[in-house]
């Protein structure tokens, strides 16, 4: 569950807007009347502001006298809810807001408890057209009826803990706990869409990535010179400095993330059919601690890949490969391709792409483990034998798969000269 908050000025506008009657909505909402607060019965949207009016009569200084919330509960927690469920929620998330105070690094109270609930205010239920996803509208007055300002000093982050306060009393899932489900899957598609470009353009990018059902906010400074972007998807938005790794998908770092993965690409390809490949690894020298670059020869025998892997399940990403000039897609889970991504930091090894097409090549079945041909002393081939255990968990195959890529052909660290 998300919630937000914030104090306005223009509080005649957003009543408006909650109570269905502004003229400036392209797509109206299906609106229900939840319940008002402290406010004679039946008032549009002007007897409401008027009413307000009254209470803040004597406190014109105050310049934001509206506190505009939203709350935002997931679509599958509240699909049976009457507008008895809808009160309670609302009284539920009133009473942890209320109850909250904003303390600094010392302890010292510097936003002390607001009294809503002794406020003149007004609840909607939105249910957007398209979807049908609800959201709770609030407009409530800056001053309670006993004449006490209503505190508004980080009031975004007394709605947030409100709403992950009510979420954990019902076991809902937390606003908290979707970003981090979901922050994964958003990095993940932001690489995809740099690796499936076949030259930089940030229109590219940006439509390729409204293609996969992102709205794209693009902040721009009053010369037009782009500064930042978000990307947002249902309720959560995702600033691009929290998205990949050291801000990687920055806007002033995004044309240089995608240079170094294009770099990485346009190495050798992976694997063909019953191929011989050839790659550069590092072999012990029995009876020294030296070590020597050897040529060693790989047989790799293609296989038929496990059928799970070539459709999409809940918890899986597209990946690429391509094999004897045509391109196979297959759905990789979530978790190993983290795994992948850990083992083969692009940023930290130069033949990233190479090791994760094998890898991916060895977890989906397409490719039986080879043996390695030292060709020379210290060297020898890998007799275990190979395959995936009963008891093995998706997350050890792909660790398994990495080491076993990484031991074919090698990692090759990046060595440009960094500041």
Same mark, same amino acid.
């Given at each position: 569950?998300?919630?937000?908050?914030?104090?306005?000025?223009?509080?005649?506008?957003?009543?408006?807007?909650?109570?269905?009657?502004?003229? /400036?909505?392209?797509?109206?909402?299906?609106?229900?009347? =939840?319940?008002? /607060?402290?406010?004679?019965?039946?008032? +549009?949207?002007?007897?409401?502001?008027?009413?307000?009016?009254?209470?803040?009569?004597?406190?014109?200084?105050?310049?934001?006298?509206?506190?505009?919330?939203?709350?935002?509960?997931?679509?599958?927690?509240?699909?049976?809810?009457?507008?008895? +469920?809808?009160?309670?929620?609302?009284?539920?998330?009133?009473?942890?807001?209320?109850?909250?105070?904003?303390?600094?690094?010392?302890?010292?109270?510097?936003?002390?408890?607001?009294?809503?609930?002794?406020?003149?205010?007004?609840?909607?239920?939105?249910?957007?057209?398209?979807?049908?996803?609800?959201?709770?509208?609030?407009?409530?007055?800056?001053?309670? @009826?006993?004449? /006490?300002?209503?505190?508004?000093?980080?009031?975004?982050?007394?709605?947030?803990?409100?709403?992950?306060?009510? *979420?954990?009393?019902?076991?809902?899932?937390?606003?908290?706990?979707?970003?981090?489900?979901?922050?994964?899957?958003? /990095?993940?598609?932001?690489?995809?869409?740099?690796?499936?470009?076949? !030259?930089?353009?940030?229109?590219?990018?940006? *439509?390729?990535?409204?293609?996969?059902?992102?709205?794209?906010?693009?902040?721009?400074?009053?010369?037009?010179?782009?500064?930042?972007?978000?990307?947002?998807?249902?309720?959560?938005?995702?600033? *691009?400095? @929290?998205?990949?790794?050291?801000?990687?998908?920055?806007?002033?770092?995004?044309?240089?993330?995608?240079?170094?993965?294009?770099?990485?690409?346009?190495?050798?390809?992976?694997?063909?059919? *019953?191929?011989?490949?050839?790659?550069? =690894?590092?072999?012990?020298?029995?009876?020294?601690?030296?070590?020597?670059?050897?040529?060693? !020869?790989?047989? =790799?025998?293609?296989?038929?890949?496990?059928?799970?892997?070539?459709?999409?399940?809940?918890?899986?990403?597209?990946?690429?490969?391509?094999?004897?000039?045509?391109?196979?897609?297959?759905?990789?889970?979530?978790?190993?391709?983290d795994v992948f991504n850990d083992e083969f930091d692009y940023r930290e090894t130069a033949n990233s792409r190479d090791l994760t097409d094998m890898a991916v090549a060895l977890f989906v079945g397409m490719l039986d483990a080879p043996a390695v041909l030292s060709g020379g002393g210290g060297g020898g081939s890998n007799d275990l034998p190979w395959g995936r255990r009963e008891d093995e968990d998706e997350r050890e195959w792909a660790r398994r798969c990495a080491r076993e890529a990484a031991r074919?052909?090698?990692?090759?660290?990046?060595?440009?000269?960094?500041?």
């Amino acid at each position: 569950m998300i919630g937000k908050a914030k104090s306005i000025s223009h509080g005649i506008n957003d009543i408006r807007y909650i109570t269905g009657e502004s003229r /400036n909505k392209k797509h109206p909402e299906l609106i229900f009347h =939840v319940k008002d /607060n402290l406010l004679p019965p039946g008032l +549009d949207a002007t007897g409401i502001w008027d009413s307000m009016q009254l209470t803040l009569e004597k406190f014109k200084r105050v310049r934001n006298s509206v506190i505009r919330i939203e709350v935002s509960p997931a679509k599958e927690h509240t699909k049976d809810f009457t507008i008895d +469920d809808w009160q309670r929620l609302w009284d539920d998330f009133m009473s942890e807001f209320d109850n909250i105070e904003l303390l600094d690094k010392n302890g010292k109270n510097y936003s002390p408890k607001t009294n809503l609930k002794g406020s003149k205010g007004t609840v909607r239920l939105h249910l957007e057209s398209k979807s049908g996803i609800p959201h709770l509208h609030g407009a409530f007055c800056r001053i309670d @009826e006993r004449g /006490n300002i209503n505190n508004d000093h980080d009031i975004h982050l007394r709605a947030q803990r409100a709403a992950e306060r009510v *979420a954990l009393k019902r076991g809902w899932t937390t606003a908290a706990k979707v970003r981090e489900t979901n922050i994964g899957q958003v /990095n993940r598609d932001c690489m995809e869409t740099l690796q499936s470009m076949e !030259s930089w353009s940030w229109d590219e990018y940006v *439509a390729r990535l409204r293609s996969k059902g992102y709205e794209f906010w693009e902040l721009r400074d009053n010369k037009k010179i782009l500064r930042g972007y978000v990307l947002k998807k249902g309720n959560a938005r995702y600033k *691009a400095s @929290e998205l990949g790794r050291g801000r990687n998908f920055m806007a002033s770092k995004l044309e240089s993330t995608w240079k170094k993965l294009h770099a990485v690409s346009k190495t050798a390809k992976q694997t063909s059919s *019953a191929a011989v490949i050839t790659r550069p =690894v590092t072999i012990p020298v029995k009876g020294t601690t030296s070590v020597m670059p050897r040529q060693t !020869s790989v047989q =790799v025998q293609r296989t038929a890949p496990v059928p799970q892997y070539t459709v999409y399940r809940p918890g899986t990403s597209p990946y690429h490969i391509d094999i004897d000039e045509e391109s196979r897609r297959f759905f990789i889970p979530d978790e190993a391709l983290d795994v992948f991504n850990d083992e083969f930091d692009y940023r930290e090894t130069a033949n990233s792409r190479d090791l994760t097409d094998m890898a991916v090549a060895l977890f989906v079945g397409m490719l039986d483990a080879p043996a390695v041909l030292s060709g020379g002393g210290g060297g020898g081939s890998n007799d275990l034998p190979w395959g995936r255990r009963e008891d093995e968990d998706e997350r050890e195959w792909a660790r398994r798969c990495a080491r076993e890529a990484a031991r074919v052909i090698g990692k090759k660290p990046k060595t440009e000269r960094k500041r």
